[in-house]
């Protein structure tokens, strides 16, 4: 497998996981009758965003790059406020 097959699997994987919370939220959301963002929504937009920009990285494209930064950095401060909701 060569090195380009290889970072395609790593973008489609990060991809995967970035999807898999529109679904995530969308289950806790119908099971609650209501609109709910499940911690795992953010937890799942970590993992999908830390491999898209190690993706983004690979291809020397500053576009994704920033948009992938910037996004995690709101994914971690959903989840510190959440957890600071939770400890008071």
């Known amino acids: 497998m060569s090195v ?3 970072w395609l ?3 489609f994987l990060g991809q995967l996981l970035f999807s898999c ?3 995530l939220q ?5 099971r609650a009758r209501r609109s709910v ?5 953010w937890l799942f937009s970590i993992a999908g965003g ?3 920009l190690s993706y983004a990285i690979y291809r020397h494209d500053p576009v994704f790059i920033f948009g992938q930064a910037s ?3 709101i994914y971690i401060r959903n989840l510190m406020l959440i ?3 939770r400890t008071t």
């Open 4 to 6: 380009s097959a290889l």
């Open 9 to 11: 699997g790593v973008g």
């Open 21 to 23: 919370r529109f679904v």
């Open 26 to 30: 969308w289950i806790a959301s119908e």
């Open 37 to 41: 963002v499940p911690v795992s929504f």
């Open 50 to 52: 830390i491999v898209l």
């Open 71 to 73: 996004g995690l950095l």
């Open 83 to 85: 957890r600071s909701e």
